[in-house]
């Protein structure tokens, strides 16, 4: 990214197709993604059109088959979602039993402690670690409560980083040994290199109590049609499914259609995978520049970005110049914006929009 002048004028600016949100702003703020889906997807939503007045297949037969091929599961493992978001209530409603409470960690995705709450189950909250990093040993004590169910986020939203793989495995025996159950949210799996996060679902292969969670929201660019699924042992798979079963048709044709062609398309993912790295790599390049900004390492398609200044101000100011950001106040980073990765030509504008913030706050004075 080329140095942008301190005081220079901001143009306004088109954002890709993609990133648009309704009034031309850039959308950094929920980790989308901006490389849109793979065109097979495109074509097969289309080509469901004609089927519109048509319920959707119920069972989700054809995804659930090209599924069962992508993560060498068996049908029976899988239960189809209206996104992730659906399956955390499936999960908090069907897996929490008997005196079980569920356990979410704090300073995450709203979604986990929602679902709990919506169960009307108890709910527990454990702080992070002092590094703001889950605290796997008080979940892994936490889910010696037999019916208890273990909310994950892994990778971590809004840090970016993953649960080390002893840690994972930890969890998952503990969730063995007590009759408790791990749901491990692995909505941005897919972004991380297999070097640097570790994925439940092989957990799931051998048995163990896990639920594992993927959407078609991130990486596969899907968002816009509610997609996703969930991973489990066929025990837990029949008491997610008898709640699905009272949502007949809670994933509509469309969805069905375009993600099963996405899952067929894999040359899609992989490309998305290596150009969200380079991205970031690009971005954190050209910012690390600028000695007030830092930003954690991350394995997903967003960056924690970590500035001297009130995060809700900064994102005020983004948004005036076009840029939209979330600021992680409420998520315990009072200085935090988790900023998503767009196109490099997007990351240009946004990284020009924050200098342009830093230096108009700096000649203010504002902490
Ligand atoms: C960690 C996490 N889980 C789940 C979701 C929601 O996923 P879906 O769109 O599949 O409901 C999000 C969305 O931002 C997320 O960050």
Redesign the pocket.
């Known amino acids: 990214m080329a140095e942008y002048p301190m005081d220079a004028f901001l143009p306004r600016f088109t954002p890709s197709a993609q990133m648009r949100d309704p009034r031309g702003m850039l959308r950094l703020g ?3 993604s901006s490389a849109g889906c793979c065109q097979e997807a495109t074509e097969a939503l289309h080509a469901e059109l004609a089927a519109v007045s048509r319920y959707p297949d119920a069972a989700a037969s054809s995804l659930t088959s090209a599924l069962a091929r992508h993560t060498d599961l068996p049908a029976e493992a899988i239960t189809v ?8 209530l499936f999960s908090a409603l069907a897996l929490i039993t008997g005196g079980g409470a569920g356990f979410v960690s704090e300073s ?2 709203a ?2 402690g929602a679902a709990v709450s919506a169960a009307h189950a108890p709910r527990v909250t454990l702080p992070l670690k002092t590094d703001s990093t889950v605290d796997t040993d008080a979940l892994a004590a936490a889910l010696s409560m037999p019916g208890s169910v273990g909310f994950l ?1 892994n ?4 840090t970016g980083s993953a649960v080390p793989a002893d840690a994972l495995e930890k969890l998952v025996y503990a969730a063995e040994q007590h009759g408790s159950v791990l749901v491990v ?1 692995e ?2 799996m897919e972004y991380a290199e297999p070097d640097l996060a570790v994925s439940a679902v092989p957990y799931v292969r051998q048995g163990a109590p896990v639920v594992v ?6 990486i596969y660019g899907l ?1 816009g049609l ?3 699924y969930a991973l489990a042992p066929a025990a837990c798979t029949d008491r997610l499914r008898s709640i699905k079963n009272v949502a007949v048709y809670n994933v509509n044709r469309y969805a069905l259609a375009a993600a099963e062609a996405a899952v067929r398309n894999q040359w899609f993912i992989t490309r998305v995978r290596a150009a969200n790295r380079r991205t970031m790599a690009g971005f954190l390049d050209a910012m690390s520049r600028h000695a007030w900004f830092s930003a954690r390492r991350s394995v997903t398609n967003f960056l924690l970005c970590e500035l001297p200044w009130d995060a809700e101000t900064v994102a005020d100011e983004l948004a005036n110049r076009g840029v939209l950001v979330r600021p992680c106040a409420d998520l315990g980073y009072p200085r935090g914006l988790r900023i998503s990765l767009g196109t490099p030509q997007e990351m240009d504008l946004a990284g020009k929009a924050l200098i342009d913030v830093a230096a108009a706050l700096a000649r203010r004075g504002k902490r």
């Open positions: 929920l980790s989308e979602g209206n996104g992730i978001d659906e399956l955390l995450t995705y979604g986990h986020c990778p971590h939203n809004p949210d909505a941005y969670l993927r959407t078609f929201s991130k968002a509610r997609c996703g």
